[in-house]
């Protein structure tokens, strides 16, 4: 599922528009395959180092959850990769939209789903708030989304400190807790029920990743949005309404961001400030790992799945072979500096492709 | 070609959400094996026959100094208990998923009790919940749960409220009782500061208006560079206004001492933690009084109590007790045996938990 802008990164994959490409890159130069083999490795040398790694109940059921939700931070960061922008509030925007979810079940006494679409409406109206600060004023996107942070942070702390006594909201709807713990094995077809290693929140990873994959190989606004990213000059002059693309592409970040947080505060159990403060740079690591580019025109939301599921994977591992504090964030850092090197590595590439056959 | 393919995918997409709307949900309230059973009553002793088979681990919310003494006892318990493993691990790095994450692992790794200094506290209900029900002893230690209720066998830990009221009298009566005095924290979406928040205004009120409290600046613990800015902005703003400062976070604390030294200002600082810096101020008179808290206390007692209780050999007679480890405030006058008042309140715990709060046998 991965889909670039053509012509720029289309050799690697099949194009948009159905035609083959001139020239293949052999399969296994294809990244996502490379981070499948790499987490299958990896979560095979853990598993003999440590057998508890295939534990399902303590192991892979929390590691999956974790993934499920980095996994939709990323895409939140993906989205805005697309268009060449990049969005450092993501952390925030999910701590605006769990404080909503938490408004509205503390105060509102709405249900479960209901307080879910009031915490999405809120983080995608934040996001397209941003993403018209930045078409209109053409201000770039770093600085932007940085003075967002900024004003989120601030706002977030005050609206918790004042409607709340212990700067959280601690009511519970029904369901909540449910979801929180329940897996695939508490959903039956008939006699076969499913794995208790799959939590059945990733369902809203799963739709983020369906939804995202038809809109970017399957819509012609999601093409719009990788033009924009790939050469808004170009695309404008395509006619492309660029500003509304850019717009659209935080909207729909600041609603991803929204939705992971929701997903954590369920993680955890209650809605805070302090939810999404460590996102960013899980949410570039897992996009960029799959083989987004930082420069835009080319996403991949299997590959941000895949990417954030390595990063989970190695941390787990990790965990479990009692590595301390200091060592873990050295091999996590160098994971980082691998995949950014990686992403340049594979920007030479493809533009060597397409000089040569030009 | 390309709108097939969209009614395909279209019709994909539908056909999953009616199978999962299809899909039956089973009941999921069974709440496990080891729920808050009621406690026996029983004639049994509190000395620890057998802890061989319990791994306990001390799981702070992240790296801090106040839980490093926490490494040593634990070591120590282990030693002198004869428990089966005591490990410290700081990896959670103040984040209440890596520290569920953590816990989780450390289960799959064998270790079946746990003392845990909770990240958040509003949160961290859920994750003892969770422990609980699987089978693992869980004590809460150095901070409480959120809103009174408490689901893990105990709670051993400072009241924060209280220390803060502490320190807040502590430097009052520095400032001979009347004056303006500024409240240095951390973060301020954190209950526990909030009830910190909570215990100073309690001892300003009491002064019946001759001490007011001029600012409560909060999130300046992050490091010690943040507390310095803020400190030495408050003192080049306020700083002839202010006759007191006292800060409940470890930060604070180390800036306004420096700061109070070097431009001179009369302002009494009192601080807390027996961190090294901060108990040389004391000696050298730049810090009128410290609070401190018992980190090694909660270390030593949780892993005695948590390997009484996994051992099966007692239990919590009220499940989700609450208990003070204690704090105490040290001027120049105590600052050299302090150590002994805390020792003497440890002995007197261990003490009140054999006869109060445990049932053995």
């Not at chain 2, 302002?267 to 101020?281: N, T």
Request: proline fraction near 4%.
């Amino acid at each position: 599922m991965k889909t670039a802008s053509a012509p720029r990164a289309s050799e690697t994959d099949r194009p948009t528009d159905g035609a083959r490409p001139p020239h293949r890159l052999p399969f296994w130069v294809n990244q996502r395959l490379g981070l499948l083999v790499l987490i299958v490795a990896l979560a095979a040398v853990f598993g003999l180092l440590r057998p508890a790694f295939f534990d399902e109940r303590l192991v892979l059921f929390p590691l999956l959850r974790d993934i499920a939700t980095l996994t939709v931070v990323a895409l939140a960061q993906m989205v805005v990769l697309s268009v060449g922008h990049m969005n450092l509030a993501v952390g925030r925007m999910a701590a605006f939209g769990a404080l909503f979810a938490g408004f509205g079940y503390d105060r509102l006494g709405l249900s479960l789903p209901m307080g879910l679409v009031l915490c999405l409406l809120a983080g995608c109206a934040i996001g397209a708030l941003t993403g018209w600060i930045i078409a209109r004023a053409g201000v770039s996107s770093f600085v932007v989304t940085l003075a967002m942070d900024f004003a989120l942070l601030g706002l977030v702390s005050l609206l918790y400190s004042a409607l709340t006594e212990n700067a959280a909201f601690t009511t519970r709807p029904d369901g909540l807790t449910e979801l929180r713990s329940a897996s695939l094995a508490d959903i039956c077809l008939g006699p076969v029920c499913g794995s208790p290693a799959v939590p059945q929140i990733a369902q809203f990873t799963l739709l983020a990743v369906i939804g995202l994959g038809f809109l970017y190989t399957r819509t012609r606004m999601g093409r719009e949005l990788l033009l924009t990213g790939a050469n808004p000059n170009a695309a404008e002059l395509s006619g492309i309404p660029t500003g509304r693309r850019i717009i659209l592409a935080h909207a729909l970040s600041g609603l991803l961001a929204a939705l992971a947080g929701f997903m954590a505060a369920v993680g955890t159990g209650t809605f805070r400030a302090s939810i999404g403060e460590d996102f960013m740079l899980p949410s570039f690591l897992g996009a960029v790992l799959g083989g987004t580019l930082l420069t835009g025109g080319v996403v991949s939301v299997v590959g941000a799945l895949l990417g954030t599921a390595l990063v989970g994977v190695i941390r787990k591992g990790l965990d479990l072979l009692g590595v301390g504090l200091e060592s873990l964030n050295i091999y996590l850092g160098c994971v980082l500096l691998l995949a950014l090197s990686a992403d340049r590595v594979r920007t030479v590439v493809s533009y060597r492709k397409v000089v040569r056959s030009t | 070609m390309t709108q097939h393919r969209s009614v395909l995918t279209a019709a994909a997409t539908f056909l999953v959400l009616v199978a999962a709307s299809a899909c039956t949900v089973k009941n999921s309230g069974d709440t496990g094996p080891a729920g808050n059973a009621p406690a026996k009553r029983g004639g049994g002793t509190a000395e620890l026959a057998d802890g061989s088979g319990v791994k306990i681990a001390l799981v702070p919310g992240g790296a801090h100094p106040y839980f490093q003494p926490w490494k040593r006892a634990g070591a120590d318990a282990k030693k002198r208990l004869g428990l089966g493993d005591v490990t410290f691990d700081e990896t959670a790095e103040w984040d209440q998923q890596k520290q569920n994450d953590l816990l989780s692992t450390l289960a799959a790794r064998g270790y079946n009790a746990f003392g845990i200094f909770g990240v958040s506290p509003t949160d961290i209900n859920t994750t003892f919940a969770d422990l609980k029900s699987q089978g693992f002893a869980v004590a809460s230690l150095a901070s409480c749960p959120a809103g009174g209720k408490n689901a893990a066998d105990f709670c051993l830990s400072t009241d924060v409220e209280l220390a803060a009221y502490k320190a807040a009298r502590a430097t009052i009566d520095a400032m001979g009782g009347q004056g303006r005095l500024v409240h240095l924290t951390g973060n301020n979406v954190d209950a526990n500061t909030q009830r910190r928040i909570k215990g100073v205004k309690k001892a300003v009120q009491e002064t019946g208006g001759k001490v007011t409290l001029l600012q409560t600046i909060t999130d300046i613990d992050k490091d010690l560079q943040t507390a310095q800015k803020a400190v030495s902005d408050l003192i080049a703003s306020k700083g002839p206004q202010i006759q007191g400062i006292v800060s409940t976070s470890y930060n604070p604390a180390v800036a306004a001492a420096e700061a109070v030294r070097e431009s001179g200002s009369k302002a009494k600082v009192v601080a807390i933690d027996d961190d090294a810096k901060i108990l040389s101020s004391v000696k050298n008179g730049s810090v009128s009084a410290t609070v401190v808290q018992n980190p090694v206390g909660q270390a030593d007692i949780g892993a005695w109590v948590l390997a009484l209780l996994q051992s099966k050999q007692c239990t919590m007679k009220q499940p989700g007790v609450t208990i003070d480890s204690g704090s105490f405030v040290v001027t120049k006058k105590n600052v050299a045996d302090y150590d002994d008042a805390r020792k003497a309140k440890t002995a007197q715990l261990k003490k009140k938990f054999a006869d109060e709060y445990l049932s053995c046998g």
